[in-house]
């Protein structure tokens, strides 16, 4: 099952690659390599060119059952798509047409789910506040009291439920005028990966208890909610027990206090756990950082693996 070459059941997050694919011709034939069949699309500093897919899914046989909204556009600071929940008008309607666009790019390469990540909190603030909390949490080795640092994250994040409410509120309206237009393409809420991002544990909720009804599913990520844990908010077992029956997918890599996107194995997270939180046919992407190669994706799929996923 692990041996190069020879295909494995897991999707392969195209983030892996980082810059030094350019093209997904190249990223279809390496993942190929590897013993990979799908593909998402993920987030990259620069979009790989699409020339050639056809023609590589053709003679490989690889899908792309799902892509990260915003991986046709560069990582260049504040992405349209992160503004579903804005307050603006201006704003909130150039983020549905960014999402729009990838949709239309879904359906044209036969992806079936579209991964929306969450966004920030617009109050100034709180904003304010969440950068002060990062300096403190950069900086956690010289904190006299850890526990007391713990506690302002989790007060913290109350407060950005409290105050997003209304951004909530706009974050449904843009969410079910999705759902409503393109019922063909799933679309999957993962998790904010800051701790001003107003989807925390109990907007997710919110969002979800109002919309799953409607088609909305959870996608999860096991490495940003590892970090948040380490800070002292919701941990895995109490995302998966309660989100876990909307799962569409998940993206797999390895976390270890506020490192992310560390190869499956090398961390602290308990797979034991997600293993029995997983439905059978959620789809599983192996999404490591592109600081890593070859091998250690190998060897994640390995890990993934042995231990039942």
Not at 161 to 183: D, I, K, M, N, Y
Not at 228 to 249: F, K
Request: aromatic share 6%; with cysteine.
């Amino acid at each position: 099952m692990t041996t190069p070459g020879i295909p494995n059941e897991f999707s392969l997050s195209t983030t892996c690659f980082g810059t030094r694919l350019t093209s997904i011709q190249d990223q279809i034939f390496a993942a190929v390599g590897m013993g990979f069949r799908r593909l998402e699309l993920g987030l990259a500093e620069s979009p790989a060119s699409m020339d050639g897919l056809l023609e590589s899914q053709r003679e490989t046989g690889v899908t792309i059952p799902s892509l990260v909204a915003g991986c046709r556009d560069p990582l260049n600071g504040s992405m349209a798509v992160d503004r579903l929940s804005s307050l603006d008008p201006v704003l909130r309607e150039r983020a549905l047409n960014a999402v729009r666009r990838h949709e239309r790019l879904a359906r044209t390469w036969g992806c079936r789910t579209l991964v929306v990540r969450g966004s920030r909190i617009e109050d100034p603030v709180l904003s304010r506040r969440a950068r002060a909390l990062e300096r403190r949490l950069a900086e956690r080795h010289t904190e006299p009291d850890p526990a007391l640092l713990r506690e302002d994250v989790r007060d913290f994040v109350k407060e950005v439920a409290r105050q997003g409410h209304h951004q909530a509120q706009e974050f449904c309206r843009s969410l079910h005028t999705l759902l409503c237009e393109v019922p063909d393409v799933k679309l999957a809420l993962e998790p904010g990966r800051h701790i001003d991002d107003l989807l925390c544990f109990d907007v997710m909720g919110w969002v979800l208890d109002d919309l799953a009804p409607r088609g909305l599913s959870y996608w999860h990520d096991v490495g940003y909610i590892h970090a948040r844990e380490s800070l002292g908010l919701p941990d895995q077992g109490m995302w998966l027990e309660a989100y876990g029956q909307h799962m569409a997918g998940i993206h797999l890599q390895d976390a270890a206090d506020a490192e992310t996107e560390m190869p499956v194995g090398l961390g602290e997270v308990d797979f034991h756990l997600l293993r029995e939180y997983v439905p059978r046919g959620a789809e599983r992407v192996v999404e490591i950082g592109p600081c890593h190669g070859r091998a250690e994706i190998l060897s994640s799929v390995q890990f993934l693996v042995e231990h039942g996923f």
